[in-house]
Structure formats: C-alpha cells, structure tokens
C-alpha cells in the first residue's frame, strides 16, 4: 500500500524522528502508485500557494513553512520553526520505485 501523509510539526518529514507518527494530521491510502502520486501531486501544487517556502527530497518528501511560523518546543526550551509534511510513502517507508513526477 501506498500513503500520501501530512503532518506539521518541528522536524523535516524527510528525518522520521522518533514519535513521527504523532505529527501526522492527514492520511491516504491507496493500492496503486500511480493513484498516491495523482493525490501526492495534487497537494503538493496546493501546499505552494499556502507556504512561502519549500524543500523536497527524494522526489516526494516534501517540507513546506512560513518564515515566522513558530511555536514553543517543550524538551528543547526553545521556539522553533513549525513544518507542513508532504509525503508519499510505500508501507510507511521511503519509496524506493524510480518514476517521474508531473
């Protein structure tokens, strides 16, 4: 199965810190990789119109944010920038497939 996730937290989707599932605020499945880019793309194309700025990462691990976006972090007793995660997943893992991105 594939997954198109989003999450907002203090990491860099790309990372997969500990706990990174708790940051996850959307979830999509779907059986076909062609189906999860379709959607992946999708939001990909919203989160640009939404965020001032952006990285990506092996294709479709993707961090969007608004300079100034922050919040309090409580382990690092420190405000940090808050991210939007974009990601296509396979089994909740990196995808290793090679393919094209629209």
């Known amino acids: 199965m594939y997954q198109v996730v989003e999450m907002t937290g203090f990491n860099e989707p790309w990372w997969f810190a500990d706990g990174w599932r708790d940051d996850i605020v959307s979830l999509d499945s779907f059986a076909e990789l062609s189906q999860a880019l379709t959607i992946y793309e999708i939001r990909f194309q919203e989160a640009l119109v939404k965020f001032d700025n952006h990285a990506t990462h092996a294709k479709v691990l993707s961090a969007f944010w608004n300079p100034g976006e922050i919040a309090w972090c409580e382990p690092c007793e420190d405000n940090l920038q808050i991210y939007h995660g974009l990601l296509l997943l396979r ?8 393919f094209e991105l629209k």
């Open 91 to 98: 089994d909740y893992e990196k995808v290793t497939t090679n």
